[in-house]
């Protein structure tokens, strides 16, 4: 079973070794961004925990397949989850009451929103050639030119570069080709 399926089974099972297992794996990476993103340790539990929720629930309506590794697709979910958190509280300073509460009840609308636009992207990169995922993976992890000039075998930082910029205007053409692009698009 891949990792993904055992993940979310764990999920739907409840099943506490393998939850705890994602809490001991990502936590801590949640908890480091969150902090130094003006969170706390409290507030990266909370997120970790909604955006565990979103996916089981996401999963029960609409299985789906994970490409990357779970706990990258989890930590994203995190990070999406936070950043609209932030979002929200600035927007909250100035805003009334009643907006405050407009967000909160569409705060899993957006959540889900967010999840499925991952899993264009994922399908859509899952589509590339082989090599594209290869340098797209490095590049998105923030990988080095240099470093992949050296693990990839190519003659320069230009070509790397080059071979970046292809990939990801053939990875755009994919997400956009899709037949769920348009309903997916920020309005």
């Known amino acids: 079973m891949s990792d993904d399926l055992k993940y979310l089974n764990a999920l739907l099972s409840r099943n506490s070794a393998l939850i705890s297992e994602l809490y001991e794996e990502t936590l801590p990476r949640v908890k480091k961004f969150v902090v ?26 609409n299985p789906f397949s994970i490409t990357s590794s779970f706990q990258a697709f989890l930590f994203t979910a995190c990070k999406n989850l ?29 959540a889900m929103l967010e999840l499925e636009r991952l ?20 590049f998105f992890n923030s990988t080095s030119y240099e470093e992949m000039v050296k693990e990839l075998s190519y003659s320069s930082e230009t070509v790397v570069r080059q071979r970046v910029f292809k990939c990801k205007k ?18």
Do not use: H
């Open 36 to 61: 130094q993103n003006n969170g706390s340790a409290q507030d990266a539990e909370d997120i970790f925990q909604k955006a565990l929720i979103q996916i089981t629930v996401r999963y029960k309506r």
């Open 82 to 110: 936070w950043r609209r958190e932030i979002n929200k509280s600035s927007r909250w300073v100035t805003k009334e009451i009643n907006e405050e509460q407009f967000y909160e009840k569409n705060d899993d609308a957006f």
């Open 119 to 138: 899993e264009l992207f994922e399908r859509a990169l899952d589509l590339s050639s082989d090599n594209c995922k290869t340098i797209l993976k490095k």
């Open 170 to 187: 053939k990875l755009i053409e994919l997400i956009k080709g899709s037949s769920r692009f348009n309903s997916l698009k920020e309005l």
